[in-house]
């Protein structure tokens, strides 16, 4: 176990983590150049090289024959830098020794690096700072400043920052020596009960649910009965081996392995990020700590855009699910939109690269709804209720108190933009809790912001304000009362489930009167008038009409007298009565999605 080291990288979006992986598996010949077909070559999936982040971890296991002539194993877990995928990187985290700290050296310390540095301190993480892109021109007069920020932060002597150009290739081998000098071998005893952290899963259509683990105690073999300590399934394990480029089989892992194992495991929720796996007969006293479900946290309705393809949805989205098991997804109807799923994500990243691997690897057209979040409700019988949609909402007389989550936000930005970035968050009800400078140029600004207010613009806006300078990180905090209405809107007299929201009292006026303008434009003018309303309960805030088309009925009265003219004038008039009572309006879908676009 002494010539072993597990390591990941923390990092914020774009700072270099993934070229990074790729030189460290060039130099220790875990792949040849030719190989090397891609940049990132552990970011697999097209979407993660189109966008530069790295959306599922992936872990790698490196042989790297160090300065002193031993052989060392080293496996380097590669985590998401996003904060919707926190806690795969806790996890991650848990599953390690140390961690190679990487920060840009033109963009400094920026939120996400901070909240993920966090988290390996309190893992107890052995913290190896590395400055990347060291290469670039502007490099040379940020380099200075970036180093007193990572010696404010973590503490460290300046001897000890290792300057790194993962793209060019300068440095990289003192960081595997640094891994291997600083970075403390595992812990653990295996001649204890098996004591193994899963720290990730994935589908494989052909061996089931392929489990990635950390051994912390004991060993696990092929033919083994092992048991999942949160769910009290039972499986005999059929493979067990190692991480390289691609999975190696080796019959066992002992106290200190990373690597993976398969039990012809065909359900991916049997297998929790962060559970425990013991043997069945000679199980474990307790569990590794910090196990918990990931609970989604943004909501929104997913319908195909032809209601011939509903089970076709329900098939990408089941095997879409069968790779992510925090996808979340139950059907709904909407007498808008007809048969669709109401579906569960981690935050507003994860919904987008649902939706586009939807559309690119399952070729479904699909509409979605407006994203929400989960509330809670206090019944007058002291219950407590949690409701994703506003559909769902129980009769008013029965709520006690409305309740909506709430988020710690961290933003880092440059000083000259603080007093707007200050007025965004105002205006979306947010409260400043803290404020620390990193440098005289950069500040730390903390505040309590509602979830609600965060997923629709938010990000935008801030990056906008900032000129992309400004960084967000968020956590989840708690459930807070709240002064929330449901905001119904109706097409004459009836309502449209699909279009109705669950706003803060404050802003339902202002809310329900530009969603009336908005229809006004995109609902096609009918042969009757269409009354649009947005209404709180039975009260009407805000009304506006799309105008009738009208033939001009009297056209053939050519003089004459004026009685002839207004009967065929009231005859009409009744004809548009009668098609208001009857007529249905059809929505275009443009009116769901522009929803989505009105200003907050």
């Not at 506003?390 to 007389?397: E, F, R, Y």
Request: proline fraction near 4%; hydrophobic fraction near 40%; charged fraction near 30%.
């Amino acid at each position: 176990m002494d010539n072993i080291r597990n390591f990941c990288i923390i990092a914020h979006i774009d700072h270099g983590k993934s070229t990074l992986a790729d030189r460290l598996l060039e130099l220790t010949g875990r792949v040849t150049e030719r190989e090397m077909t891609t940049n990132q070559i552990l970011d697999d999936n097209p979407l993660e090289q189109e966008r530069g982040i790295t959306i599922k971890l992936h872990a790698v296991q490196m042989d790297y024959k160090a300065k002193d002539g031993k052989e060392y194993i080293l496996n380097l877990i590669d985590t998401p830098g996003h904060v919707d995928f926190s806690y795969e990187v806790s996890r991650s985290l848990a599953a390690c020794e140390g961690a190679l700290l990487i920060v840009d050296a033109t963009q400094g310390i920026e939120a996400q690096t901070i909240s993920n540095l966090y988290m390996a301190i309190d893992a107890d993480l052995e913290i190896i700072p590395i400055i990347n892109k060291i290469d670039l021109p502007s490099a040379a007069t940020t380099l200075e400043d970036v180093k007193h920020q990572i010696i404010d932060l973590i503490g460290c002597k300046e001897e000890e920052i290792l300057l790194v150009s993962a793209k060019m290739g300068i440095g990289v081998e003192e960081v595997l020596e640094a891994v291997v000098e600083k970075i403390p071998p595992p812990k653990g005893d295996p001649t204890q009960p098996l004591r193994a952290l899963i720290y990730d899963s994935l589908f494989d259509p052909y061996k089931g649910v392929v489990v990635n683990v950390r051994i912390f105690d004991g060993v696990l073999k092929e033919k083994d009965r092992i048991i999942f300590m949160s769910t009290n399934q039972v499986y005999e394990v059929e493979e067990v081996g190692v991480l390289q480029m691609k999975r190696v089989r080796k019959g066992e892992l002992s106290a200190g392995y990373v690597g993976y194992f398969t039990a012809n495991i065909r359900n991916l929720h049997d297998t929790k990020v962060g559970d425990t796996v013991t043997h069945e007969k000679n199980q474990c006293k307790e569990p590794i700590e910090g196990f918990k479900l990931v609970k989604p946290m943004v909501f929104s309705g997913i319908y195909p855009a032809d209601a011939d393809d509903f089970e076709d949805l329900r098939d990408a989205l089941a095997k879409l699910s069968l790779n992510d098991s925090s996808i979340s997804f139950e059907p709904e109807t909407s007498k808008a939109l007809g048969f669709g799923f109401r579906c569960g994500f981690l935050g507003l990243l994860h919904l987008e690269i649902v939706q586009e691997r939807l559309e690119r690897e399952f070729n479904q057209t699909i509409v979605t709804t407006v994203p929400n979040v989960r509330y809670k409700i206090l019944l007058t019988d002291n219950s407590e209720l949690f409701i994703e949609s506003p559909s769902q909402l129980p009769p008013l007389t029965k709520i006690k108190d409305f309740m909506e989550p709430f988020i710690k936000a961290q933003i880092i930005t440059p000083a000259e933009y603080i007093g707007s970035i200050m007025k965004l968050c105002m205006d979306r009800r947010g409260v400043l809790t803290n404020t620390t400078y990193l440098s005289p140029t950069r500040a730390d600004l903390q505040f309590d912001l509602p979830l609600s207010e965060v997923i629709f613009d938010f990000y935008d806006k801030l990056k906008s304000i900032s000129r992309g300078y400004a960084s967000l990180d968020y956590e989840f905090d708690d459930y807070r009362p709240s002064d929330l209405v449901k905001l119904d809107i109706l097409l004459n007299s009836e309502p449209v489930d699909a279009l109705s929201s669950i706003v803060h009292r404050q802003k339902a006026y202002e809310w329900g009167k530009k969603l009336c303008s908005k229809l006004k434009e995109l609902i096609p003018r009918q042969m009757f008038e269409v009354v649009i309303q947005a209404a709180i309960g039975s009260k009407i805030i805000a009304r506006t009409n799309v105008k009738p088309l009208r033939k001009n009925v009297t056209a053939k009265c050519y003089g004459g007298d004026i009685t002839r003219k207004r009967k065929l004038l009231e005859k009409q008039k009744e004809g548009k009565k009668r098609m208001k009572q009857i007529g249905s309006v059809e929505i275009p879908q443009e009116a769901f999605l522009a929803v989505l676009s009105i200003e907050n």
